[in-house]
């Protein structure tokens, strides 16, 4: 049975998607981190496209008069694989390839997290094997690794949805410097529209519910063994509702009539499965801990087909604070005296204004910088 999923894998057509030739930054990474690291993982929320860009990479590499028989493909989620671990599944492949132990090999192993005790497994096959790890996974608990099996053996890429200029490019969109005022329309699509590939091609809303049912079924309710399903249904749309205004545990508690303890354990799962972000006020730690979250849906196509949005600036300051995100950069919000700022980075103040002008409270803090359209959003992307 297993050499009929490797005979599957190892011999289906490659992707081929003309889009992917512009996300070349993404396969350079790839290339030089694996080139790094006996591990790479590929991590963000489903659908970003992260076995596609693998596969890409592979053709790249086959092109380039790689042996094809290096590489390997598997499904860790392959219902047929439950009962089978990362150490026989090598096995098999070099069988089936005729390949000798010292041979290299790039293992690409899709949803690593299905797997039973990968972590222990996968720093095994690091220290004892000729083996390249590539793994796959939309979860973050990938990262934690409680037992520090993978330290100093992996290195981690973050496969973003689109920003805009890749939007721009998947779209055919050629904005010349003298069609400049076509920009903040297109703009406008983008903050409709979102960055998730598949949804960008097709602008199919089915698409959209799809992968949040996904991501709330697979990632949260089975992944976690989660019994009261509907309450993490209604705390997701409660949170896509509130998306980036402060809420905190005890009025969500109120809402929903469950603990906070059960909350809060909700909270980490979406955060996990990357569907939202949570952002803390700015001060102490207890003052962290203790003060109301503000927290960020992932891209804005979820908010946009699961529930509209009613104000295109926050559908700005969502898309500002994603871009920022991706900067790796620790990011709290501002609050005194009944008036909040949208960022606090570095000790420097952000305000997200989409042709807004400050109000009389916010203009009383002088050290506020505003972030207005999209000059300022391509600046964050850049720094």
Same mark, same amino acid.
């Given at each position: 049975?297993?050499?009929?999923?490797?005979?599957?894998? =190892?011999?289906?057509?490659?992707?081929?998607?003309?889009?992917?030739?512009?996300?070349?930054?993404?396969?350079?990474?790839?290339?030089?981190?694996?080139?790094?690291?006996?591990?790479?993982? &590929?991590?963000?929320?489903?659908? +970003?496209?992260?076995?596609?860009?693998?596969?890409?990479?592979?053709?790249?590499?086959?092109?380039?008069?790689?042996?094809? /028989?290096?590489?390997?493909?598997?499904?860790?989620?392959? %219902?047929?694989?439950?009962?089978?671990?990362?150490?026989?599944?090598?096995? *098999?492949?070099? #069988?089936?390839?005729?390949?000798?132990?010292?041979?290299?090999?790039?293992?690409?192993?899709?949803?690593?997290?299905?797997?039973?005790?990968?972590?222990?497994?996968?720093?095994?096959?690091?220290?004892? #094997?000729?083996?390249?790890?590539?793994?796959?996974?939309?979860?973050?608990?990938?990262?934690?690794?409680?037992?520090?099996?993978?330290?100093? /053996?992996?290195?981690?890429?973050?496969?973003?949805? &689109?920003?805009?200029?890749?939007?721009?490019?998947?779209?055919? &969109?050629?904005? #010349?410097?003298?069609?400049?005022?076509?920009?903040?329309?297109?703009?406008? *699509?983008?903050?409709?529209?979102?960055?998730?590939?598949?949804?960008?091609?097709?602008?199919?809303?089915? +698409?959209?519910?799809?992968?949040?049912?996904?991501?709330?079924?697979?990632?949260?309710?089975?992944?976690?063994? +989660? /019994? *009261?399903?509907?309450?993490?249904?209604?705390?997701?749309?409660? =949170?896509?509702?509130?998306?980036?205004?402060?809420?905190?545990?005890?009025?969500?508690?109120?809402?929903?009539?469950?603990?906070?303890?059960?909350?809060? /354990?909700?909270?980490?799962?979406?955060?996990?499965?990357? =569907?939202?972000?949570?952002?803390?006020?700015?001060?102490?730690?207890?003052?962290?801990?203790?003060?109301?979250?503000?927290?960020?849906? @992932?891209?804005?196509?979820?908010?946009?087909?699961?529930? #509209?949005?009613?104000?295109?600036?926050? @559908?700005?300051?969502?898309?500002?604070?994603?871009?920022?995100?991706?900067?790796?950069?620790?990011?709290? %919000?501002?609050?005194?005296?009944?008036?909040?700022?949208?960022?606090?980075?570095?000790?420097?103040? %952000?305000?997200?204004?989409?042709?807004?002008?400050?109000?009389d409270a916010q203009k009383e803090i002088p050290w506020v910088t505003v972030l207005d359209w999209l000059d300022w959003y391509e600046k964050i992307v850049s720094m």
């Open positions: 049975m297993l050499s009929t999923i490797l005979q599957y894998n =190892l011999h289906r057509d490659g992707v081929s998607l003309w889009e992917f030739t512009q996300r070349d930054e993404y396969l350079s990474k790839i290339n030089s981190m694996v080139d790094i690291m006996p591990i790479t993982l &590929l991590v963000w929320m489903r659908r +970003v496209w992260k076995t596609t860009l693998t596969k890409m990479w592979v053709q790249e590499q086959i092109a380039q008069w790689e042996d094809p /028989r290096k590489f390997c493909f598997i499904s860790c989620d392959h %219902y047929l694989l439950q009962t089978y671990t990362l150490f026989e599944i090598i096995n *098999e492949v070099r #069988w089936y390839l005729k390949l000798k132990t010292q041979d290299p090999l790039v293992m690409i192993f899709d949803e690593i997290t299905y797997m039973s005790d990968y972590h222990q497994q996968l720093k095994n096959i690091a220290d004892l #094997w000729y083996t390249q790890i590539i793994a796959l996974s939309s979860q973050s608990s990938v990262l934690v690794d409680q037992k520090a099996f993978l330290t100093w /053996r992996t290195s981690t890429i973050e496969v973003f949805p &689109l920003n805009f200029n890749e939007y721009v490019t998947f779209r055919w &969109l050629d904005i #010349w410097p003298a069609d400049r005022h076509l920009r903040k329309e297109y703009f406008e *699509e983008y903050m409709r529209d979102g960055g998730i590939p598949e949804y960008v091609l097709t602008k199919n809303p089915e +698409v959209i519910k799809e992968i949040v049912q996904d991501i709330i079924n697979k990632d949260i309710l089975i992944a976690h063994n +989660v /019994r *009261e399903k509907q309450v993490v249904k209604d705390l997701f749309l409660l =949170l896509l509702e509130r998306n980036g205004k402060q809420m905190s545990l005890t009025k969500i508690k109120n809402i929903l009539w469950v603990s906070i303890e059960t909350l809060s /354990r909700y909270m980490t799962y979406f955060e996990e499965s990357y =569907l939202f972000s949570q952002v803390q006020r700015e001060g102490k730690i207890n003052e962290r801990i203790r003060n109301a979250k503000k927290r960020y849906i @992932a891209d804005t196509w979820i908010k946009h087909v699961m529930t #509209w949005w009613r104000d295109i600036w926050f @559908a700005y300051e969502t898309v500002c604070f994603n871009a920022r995100r991706q900067k790796k950069k620790t990011i709290y %919000y501002w609050y005194s005296s009944n008036t909040e700022i949208d960022r606090s980075i570095e000790w420097k103040l %952000y305000e997200s204004k989409y042709g807004q002008a400050l109000s």
